[in-house]
């Protein structure tokens, strides 16, 4: 049974434009959420986390949304650029331990 | 800054066969972590470290055993291959409740 799911595989946006990654999970227990992007050959670079305390992170161009009544966490990006495309995961984990739980990601193409 | 290294980058081998894959970390950072992700999957644990003399099972463990060598190096063994363990493989690191850093992976083909 999948907690972390990211139903979008892939998402394509103009260069400038918003670009909105969703990612929904089913336990409650996660405190601790994450964004990593993913190029090919390449390991998952750390973009922008949220504590289960706070609704919303900023970083930059990344903005990280959290609404823990409706277990869902959105990833904002403005405005999008054509290096921006990769594949997105989220992940979240509970407790110290630091286990983390993977989407299966969202692949944004940023056409120019 | 080498961050977390992992060696081999590639490697294949025959169904039975053993290999450890390596991994190390300058970051200091407490806990390790081995990953694999598979096609259309996100990445599932396999096993991990807490701190230095600690290891655990993650989500698929079975048909691994891992080592926490020392405080800089968690390496991943794989007793006999099977085909279902071609995967890519990452290894990661990082402090409790903070983001994990990884390496570029290895690619292992189970023929």
């Known amino acids: 049974d999948q907690q972390v799911k990211q139903n979008s595989p892939s998402l394509s946006v103009q260069e400038g434009r918003i670009s909105i990654l969703n990612c929904d999970y089913t336990?409650?227990?996660?405190?601790?959420f994450l964004w990593y992007k993913k190029y090919p050959a390449e390991g998952p670079t750390f973009l922008i986390s949220?504590?289960?305390?706070?609704d919303k992170n900023e970083d930059g161009r990344f903005t990280v949304f959290l609404n823990k009544s409706a277990k869902h966490l959105s990833l904002h990006i403005v405005p999008s650029q054509p290096g921006d495309s990769a594949v997105y995961f989220c992940?979240?984990?509970?407790?110290?331990?630091?286990?983390?739980?993977f989407g299966t990601g969202t692949l944004l193409a940023v056409q120019p | 800054n080498a961050g977390v290294t992992q060696t081999p980058k590639f490697q294949v081998l025959k169904t039975g066969q053993s290999m450890t894959l390596q991994c190390a970390q300058d970051?200091?950072?407490?806990?390790m972590y081995w990953y694999r992700q598979d096609p259309g999957m996100g990445l599932r644990l396999i096993y991990y470290?807490?701190?230095?003399?600690?290891?655990d099972k993650g989500e698929v463990p079975n048909g691994y055993n891992v080592s926490r060598l020392n405080k800089r190096e968690f390496s991943l063994r794989l007793e006999s291959a099977a085909p279902s363990q071609t995967s890519v493989y990452f290894c990661?690191?990082?402090?409790?409740?903070?983001?994990?850093?990884f390496g570029d992976g290895t690619r292992l083909s189970i023929l």
């Open positions: 990661a690191s990082g402090y409790p409740q903070g983001p994990q850093h």
């Open positions: 336990n409650s227990m996660f405190d601790y």
């Open positions: 949220i504590s289960s305390i706070k």
């Open positions: 992940a979240a984990s509970s407790g110290a331990t630091n286990k983390l739980i």
């Open positions: 970051m200091n950072h407490n806990s």
């Open positions: 470290s807490a701190s230095e003399g600690t290891t």
